[in-house]
């Protein structure tokens, strides 16, 4: 079975940095993207970043552009998302995911076929 295992999450003072992993299997790196998610309480599930795995090409929301950072270490077959800067509104449950090509064009969560269970980030004001 797909699995995708995060962690790092944490709290963290405005300003501040935190570095998320994504464990994943070895099929599950193989997916042509693979990215980031994350939750805030009351809201919409909204798009982070995203990874194109032919190319890798990445993609990012513009409330984060410039200070977080999505890479992956194919010997490890582990993703990160690199956040810096980060800002009370970034305060989220931040989940990895996996999916076809066309996810990583379409940023739909609903093209992203594999989840993992979701970290906890916080950021104190």
């Known amino acids: 079975q797909v699995q995708l295992v995060e962690s790092g999450g944490g709290l963290v003072q405005a300003g501040g940095s935190l570095r998320l992993s994504c464990a994943a299997s070895?099929?599950?790196?193989?997916?042509?993207?693979m990215g980031w998610f994350r939750q805030a309480p009351g809201k919409e599930r909204e798009f982070v970043a995203a990874?194109?795995?032919?190319?890798?090409?990445?993609a990012y929301a513009d409330s984060v552009k410039g200070r977080f950072t999505i890479s992956r270490d194919n010997a490890k077959n582990t993703m990160y998302l690199q956040m810096n800067s980060l800002k009370p509104e970034d305060t989220a449950v931040y989940y990895c995911v996996a999916g076809g090509a066309g996810a990583y064009y379409t940023r739909d969560p609903a093209d992203f076929g594999s989840w993992g269970q979701g970290t906890q980030v916080t950021v104190s004001s």
């Open positions: 990874l194109r795995w032919i190319g890798g090409s990445t």
């Open positions: 070895a099929r599950t790196f193989s997916s042509s993207a």
